[in-house]
């Protein structure tokens, strides 16, 4: 094997793929396998559960392939000049990588060893713009379960109807749920794992150019910009998140998104002494937070439209933080029921976004 | 207390004396203590080994003083609106804090328990640039031993003679000597900790405004922009650092700067397996900088000015790499006696920074 390319080329390819290699040292999926064809290098990684492949182009001298331990290559090629990057195999266990005065040689492990690459029927596919999945994995990623107690939690559901992509995300104290309209001639749900999704998320770039996604059986793959991401799905059923949305709301109010953000934010650095609980209590159009702690008290009232009862309620600040800040809106609308039900936010208006935040029990 | 300030301000004077308040909470030493007087605001905060006080401008409209817990005041005042920040005091015990709508009450300690403030003899000073003190800092402090095996290693040597300063750092495997002309009419030398002149590196301009130093008994003031930052000196004995630089010098080169960082740096990827030893071939013109390990081995060629004899030696690669991110000369000379001597790094023809790094053993 021996090819030349640039080095911006070799760092975008290298740093899509690195990351589905595997961090157990000595084994073949620590390493990304290079193939090299006709002016086109692929690279490939995986640790099974996810598996990355793209492709660049070089000049390439000699066909052939080499599976190079990821992480070494990873920083060695960071470290080089901006110039041409040229690999050239040295015997059976050598790759020699060089640029400039920068010389190196990696060991390489038994490219036939690397595991096969999954294949998947596409028949099955939807369409939808980068930055838009982009956006609708932000926006509701951090709501997924981190503890593994319920497996399915831990990743996000990605619930196809005709025209139309929902994403969810729930871990038992809150739930985050995104629509949108796409291109797709199938009804169809799958749970992809988070970690996948935050791979996508990293690779996948802010354009209105499409992302392709398929599904079949348990596996799923997204393809864009000659690089395509497989992805084991994660088995089970996932909740019924239609259900857990209230029909009912006693109080409504709309309020601006970056001034009730602030104001948490405010009230959360004396929150943290008391579990960051906080309050809010609704009346006469007027918003009060207000938080308490040993190293003081804090008390803002905010302007809102609001409708329907007064109310007081308790929250975990984290919970409602993370909402506030995944959205991108203005202003927001916020619904109530009592204090001890859930609040729902959404955009005003329509059902782009809903968050479900549970409150947590006042102690006065 | 009632005064009135711009956040901003408010902010650069919290932010530069917050670092000396004392971690340690419910204490009156965890505290910032404000005093107001006639348009002036002076902020205190002290741990004892140092302590730092500003001034900032305000609108008093009551002069008083409070004493408030410095992080919580720090949070709470970077989360608040760009916009003017008013203080009162309620009762003993509290401090209201409003900017627009933000409106908080923080406890407040006893002021009256706050220590009473270094004072210092200003007899014997020096002055010298602000950036050029920042630079003689930051080119020095990273040879500072970190273990408190001897504490006086871990502070700086400032030796200072008739319009002279030198500041020495070293830890016993290498050592940092940085020399600048200053206005100073004392010869005296002390040992100021390295936190301390962290801090100032920290909170000094890069400006070419002067700062003054002072030293008296076992303290020193560094004083500049309505800031003074006491600190005591460490005690004991300094090594006589002017007796470990070499008279000798078998083999010399000059080399350039960023060529040989570079270099190194990739060599160091490898060496992290092997103690991070990488080895240095100097002949024929030519440093050849060489490491070796599992994962692969890197050989790379850097020309080179040379004089004197062929070498072989191995190094520690983080203790010439922290030399070569110091400086900030393009070209470097490096002097060499055996390879079980220590090597030089020196500016082209001039003492200005002398760098001294211990060789390792080589293993073949």
Redesign the interface.
């Known amino acids: 094997m021996r090819f030349t390319c640039a080095k911006a080329d070799l760092i975008q390819a290298v740093g899509t793929v690195a990351r589905a290699a595997s961090k157990m040292q000595k084994t073949i999926l620590e390493c990304i396998l290079f193939t090299c064809d006709d002016g086109v290098v692929t690279l490939r990684a995986t640790d099974i559960a996810i598996s990355i492949k793209t492709e660049m182009t070089a000049q390439v001298e000699e066909k052939g392939k080499a599976a190079i331990?990821s992480k070494?290559l990873h920083?060695?090629i960071s470290?080089?000049?901006e110039s041409d990057v040229t690999f050239e195999s040295i015997g059976e266990n050598?790759v020699k990588i060089s640029c400039m005065?920068?010389?190196?040689?990696?060991?390489q492990m038994n490219a036939d060893e690397f595991p096969s690459f999954p294949e998947i029927d596409r028949k099955t596919q939807i369409k939808i713009q980068q930055k838009l999945l982009k956006s609708m994995i932000n926006q509701t990623i951090f709501a997924v379960a981190v503890m593994e107690e319920k497996p399915i939690l831990t990743g996000l559901l990605f619930d196809i109807g005709k025209d139309s992509l929902t994403v969810v995300a729930l871990d038992g104290y809150r739930m985050a749920v995104r629509k949108e309209t796409v291109i797709s001639d199938v009804s169809e749900s799958c749970v992809i794992p988070s970690r996948t999704m935050r791979e996508v998320s990293r690779i996948i770039s802010d354009t209105e150019e499409n992302i392709k996604f398929c599904v079949s059986g348990n596996m799923a793959l997204f393809e864009a910009n000659n690089t395509q991401i497989y992805t084991r799905l994660l088995e089970g059923d996932f909740v019924n998140y239609r259900n857990l949305l209230p029909k009912e709301c006693a109080t409504n109010i709309r309020v601006e998104t970056e001034?009730l953000r602030?104001?948490i934010?405010?009230a959360s650095?004396?929150a943290r002494e008391t579990n960051n609980v906080i309050k809010f209590i609704i009346e006469d159009k007027v918003l009060e937070v207000t938080s308490n702690s040993?190293?003081?008290?804090?008390?803002?009232?905010?302007p809102v439209i609001s409708e329907g009862n007064n109310l007081k309620i308790a929250f975990n600040s984290k919970y409602v933080l993370d909402v506030l800040k995944a959205v991108d809106e203005n202003e927001v609308d916020m619904r109530f029921n009592t204090a001890v039900s859930p609040c729902v936010v959404r955009n005003e208006g329509s059902d782009k976004f809903e968050y479900l935040i549970l409150p947590v029990q006042m102690r006065d």
């Open positions: 331990p070494v920083e060695m470290r080089f000049p050598a005065n920068a010389q190196v040689d990696l060991q001034m602030d104001s934010e405010r650095i004396l040993e190293m003081g008290k804090l008390d803002e009232k905010i």
